[in-house]
């Protein structure tokens, strides 16, 4: 399945487990809060059960959202899709 997680993370240690939790599982990162990728069903629900245990519920959010590859690719992209410096050009053509 296709995943975005989209973070608000106040402490730099819990976004850099955060950071970990997403690359683990395979995430790409897009933007500096913003990671995208194929997981499968199980490391989605493992992902969401780790970011619970890591963020502050309190204060912290952090949105998981399964996506289509048909609604990606029907999706409105606005000015410079991907960070540059964050995403190499392999990454950002494995999705488009």
Do not use: H
Not at 11 to 21: E, H
Not at 23 to 29: F, P, Q
Not at 36 to 47: C, V
Request: aromatic share 10%; hydrophobic share 45%; charged share 30%.
């Amino acid at each position: 399945m296709l995943v975005w997680v989209v973070y608000d993370i106040s402490s730099n240690k819990v976004r850099r487990n955060a950071i970990k939790a997403c690359k683990n599982v395979g995430l790409y990162r897009v933007q500096k809060s913003v990671f995208l990728g194929e997981i499968e069903e199980n490391d989605f629900d493992e992902l969401k059960l780790k970011m619970e245990d890591i963020i502050d519920l309190t204060s912290d959010s952090v949105y998981i959202f399964p996506m289509t590859k048909k609604g990606l690719n029907q999706a409105g992209l606005i000015g410079q899709v991907f960070d540059k410096e964050l995403v190499t050009d392999e990454i950002i053509s494995k999705f488009f």
